[in-house]
């Protein structure tokens, strides 16, 4: 058995039906090879890559000591890999209803906390591969995600032969409480050491929030004082709401080779942009120093004795959404997120990619992890921007043409925000809370007209 860490105990103990913390994913695949029996076949074939995946949370009895990871005796591997599909036409909004409808429900926790749901009837043959996988199971880059193992880089990848598996025998309550008595008696520190853990990681969290801030007095004032007042944090229902946003990465490579700054720079001016067009088309008063405040989820280089880029930390950054000019948005982001660079020692998407090859999901979740805790007064909504690779990927031999990923809701929050980029597309997904945040489609829209307007800028 293997002890819950204390930080992944807290992602347990503080989500509730109103805000599950799993991350979501949406693959839109060519018509499958096989079709998508093949696609649950290689999901079976594949679960010895994540042995985690087959384990479920066991508490100890009197909360003694955190809950530990034990072989699910009962795993039913049809359970967690379920078929859906769309009505005809099986149009986009058809499938982001249905991801809407999974992305609310929580996960059984009962069971391995994750789900794959296998979508046909899509237009045109095509199908989808719906993921859902909860932070507690991502602890750093090293681990490997369901949908990470689902991939390849080559439509020829060999399918390997299901491996048999006997779980081990659940321990029983009363040796759940022996091992956790006897942990304390060989280290009376224990209990102590588990509060003092939490604490200071809230502290290391706040003193993370405070480093992108562009200056002393500005971290001081992001840090002391609550995020402005906005219609984003309007959430707080249990249903949701997802949509879309696409873009050409070459665009906005374009931009960031004619303004400065980074990729994510004009990623984040990108939904500064819309924001502030989204605001206007509500009648709120945008005026110059008007701003959103976004928690947004970075990659760093870890301490010595750790492998580099395998931590994630959260900043808080304002948005401009009062400064009407797209290039000075651009110019003030790219100000405010060099302060990351240079305190937090960001990782380049290049490294990135080549820590921890394909990974949106596993990245997204260490993301979520990192903007718990201090955002539901610090920010506004989260924003994670995770690099992919630039080149197809395939699910048992059929081609990967999008990848959307579904960030969950921080408590209090509307909105969240999570970006992909992969074979030269840059992929957003907008989850919103239904009733907070209704129009999250006209925001959609407005991402890509702000994309466009950013590359009109060039001239």
């Known amino acids: 058995m293997e002890r819950l860490s204390t930080l992944d105990a ?15 994913g949406v693959l839109v695949l060519d018509p499958p090879v096989g079709g998508l029996d093949a696609i649950a076949a290689l999901v079976a074939a594949r679960l010895p890559l994540v042995p985690r995946y087959r384990q479920r949370v066991l508490e100890v009895p009197g909360h003694l000591a955190n809950p530990v990871w034990a072989d699910d005796p009962h795993f039913d591997v049809d359970h967690h ?51 859902k996988t909860h932070p507690a ?71 993370r929030l405070t480093s992108a801030a562009g200056g002393a007095v500005r971290a001081v004032r992001s840090a002391l004082f609550a995020a402005p007042s906005s219609p984003l944090n309007a959430g707080g229902g249990s249903q949701r709401r997802v949509v879309v ?29 819309a924001l502030r067009d989204w605001l206007l088309s509500r009648g709120q008063p945008v005026v110059g120093s008007t701003s959103v405040r976004a928690l947004v989820p970075v990659s760093v280089h870890g301490a010595e004795e750790e492998t580099p880029g395998t931590r994630v930390s959260s900043y808080l950054v304002d948005l401009p959404v009062g400064e009407p000019s797209p290039r000075l948005r651009l110019a003030r982001l ?61 699910a048992g031999g059929t081609r990967v043409r999008e990848v959307f990923p579904v960030v969950p809701l921080a408590p209090g929050h509307g909105l969240s925000i999570g970006i992909t ?39």
């Not at 807290?10 to 979501?24: I, N, Y």
């Not at 374009?254 to 980074?262: E, I, M, S």
């Not at 980029?421 to 829209?445: C, I, K, M, P, Q």
Request: aromatic content about 4%; proline content about 8%.
């Open 334 to 394: 790219s100000y405010a997120m060099r302060g990351v660079s240079q305190h937090g020692r960001s990782v380049g998407a290049d490294a990135l990619l080549a820590l921890a090859g394909f990974a949106p999901p596993t990245l997204h979740a260490l993301g979520a992890r990192a903007a718990r805790g201090l955002s539901r007064r610090m920010a506004n909504l989260v924003v994670t921007n995770v690099p992919g690779p630039q080149v197809p990927l395939y």
């Open 10 to 24: 807290s992602f347990l103990g503080l989500e509730d039906p109103e805000t599950p913390m799993h991350v979501a």
């Open 245 to 273: 946003a696409r873009g050409d990465l070459d665009d906005v490579k374009r931009v960031r080779k004619a303004h400065g700054g980074t990729v994510n720079d004009v990623l984040l001016a990108v939904v500064t942009g």
């Open 421 to 459: 980029s992969y074979d030269g597309r840059v992929f957003f997904g907008l989850n919103a809370d239904r009733f907070g945040v209704g129009d999250v489609d006209l925001l959609a829209d407005l991402v890509e007209q702000e994309l466009a307007v950013l590359v009109e800028t060039i001239g």
């Open 81 to 131: 890999v379920r078929r859906s599909a769309v009505p005809r036409p099986g149009t986009q909004d058809q499938l982001l209803e249905l991801v809407s409808r999974v992305t609310a429900r929580p996960l059984d926790r009962s069971r391995p906390l994750w789900e794959v749901y296998l979508v046909e009837g899509l237009a045109g043959g095509r199908a989808a591969v719906v993921t």
């Open 137 to 207: 199971l991502v602890d750093g880059l090293g681990t490997v995600d369901i949908g990470q193992v689902l991939l390849d880089d080559s439509p020829d990848a060999p399918v390997p032969e299901p491996v048999p598996w006997r779980p081990r025998p659940l321990p029983s309550a009363a040796q759940l409480v022996a091992e956790a008595l006897a942990e304390y008696a060989a280290r009376p520190s224990a209990v102590v050491e588990t509060a003092r853990h939490a604490v200071t990681d809230v502290r290391t969290t706040g003193a």
